[in-house]
């Protein structure tokens, strides 16, 4: 989930800074507005980034990378299920 909110800012960052020379280039109004427009969504990118990253760290230090997917979890083997590779 972290992730993919980076790459959304990164994107967005990216896509920012091709409309300003683009607009810079032109002067075009559409291209400003659109460029406005983009930084609107590029900064609800960016608060939604600092959500997902407090949110897992509320939800308490390991718990919240496991959350994430960042921690790997041990295999179980039982008698029912074997391991892969046993």
């Not at 091709?18 to 969504?41: F, G, H």
């Not at 608060?47 to 990253?53: D, E, I, S, T, Y």
């Not at 919240?64 to 997917?69: F, I, P, R, S, V």
Request: proline share 1%; aromatic share 4%.
């Amino acid at each position: 989930m972290r992730r993919a909110t980076i790459a959304a800012v990164s994107v967005g960052v990216l896509l920012i800074a091709l409309k300003l020379a683009a607009w810079l280039e032109t002067n075009s109004v559409s291209i400003l507005l659109s460029l406005v427009d983009y930084l609107t969504d590029a900064l609800a990118s960016l608060v939604n980034l600092f959500a997902v990253r407090h949110a897992l760290f509320q939800a308490g230090g390991r718990l919240g990378l496991k959350m994430a997917g960042l921690v790997r979890q041990p295999e179980r083997c039982g008698a029912e299920n074997e391991c892969a590779g046993s």
